[in-house]
């Protein structure tokens, strides 16, 4: 099994003109199983190369592969036209709003998004509770 080298990138400090308050709240992706990334900026670009607030060292990954951008709550993952894909449970997108548990796969690299405390998923709103 090939383990990915991530590295996170530190200088993403927010700036005023940024909607904080559209940032979901405690959210947070965990990358392989083991790292986990917090997720507090209003974009998050995701590749290979060290201009990206996460970086992924990992050649199935595209230099600039995905971004993250917190819109109304929630977040919505982009796909950079990378060479390998980007996928959420298991269906390619170009562009769609993740939740909680999702799985990202980016070229293969597996990411799970997550939440503490998550909002409830309109999709689910005429389920049993």
């Given at each position: 099994m090939h383990l990915a080298r991530v590295q996170v990138n530190l200088?993403?400090?927010?700036?005023?003109?940024?909607e904080i308050d559209s940032i979901p709240p405690n959210a947070f992706v965990v990358i392989e199983g083991g790292k986990i990334y917090p997720l507090v900026k209003v974009v998050i670009n995701i590749g290979r190369t060290l201009d990206n607030q996460l970086v992924i060292d990992d050649p199935r990954v595209s230099r600039s592969h995905a971004e993250l951008r917190a819109i109304q709550g929630h977040f919505v993952l982009f796909d950079l036209n990378s060479t390998g894909g980007t996928f959420v449970n298991g269906h390619r997108i170009s562009k769609t709003i993740i939740y909680p548990n999702d799985t990202i796969s980016l070229g293969g690299v597996a990411l799970t998004f997550n939440q503490d405390d998550?909002?409830?998923?309109?999709?689910?709103?005429?389920?049993?509770?």
């Amino acid at each position: 099994m090939h383990l990915a080298r991530v590295q996170v990138n530190l200088h993403y400090d927010v700036g005023v003109d940024e909607e904080i308050d559209s940032i979901p709240p405690n959210a947070f992706v965990v990358i392989e199983g083991g790292k986990i990334y917090p997720l507090v900026k209003v974009v998050i670009n995701i590749g290979r190369t060290l201009d990206n607030q996460l970086v992924i060292d990992d050649p199935r990954v595209s230099r600039s592969h995905a971004e993250l951008r917190a819109i109304q709550g929630h977040f919505v993952l982009f796909d950079l036209n990378s060479t390998g894909g980007t996928f959420v449970n298991g269906h390619r997108i170009s562009k769609t709003i993740i939740y909680p548990n999702d799985t990202i796969s980016l070229g293969g690299v597996a990411l799970t998004f997550n939440q503490d405390d998550p909002p409830p998923r309109p999709d689910l709103a005429d389920t049993v509770r």
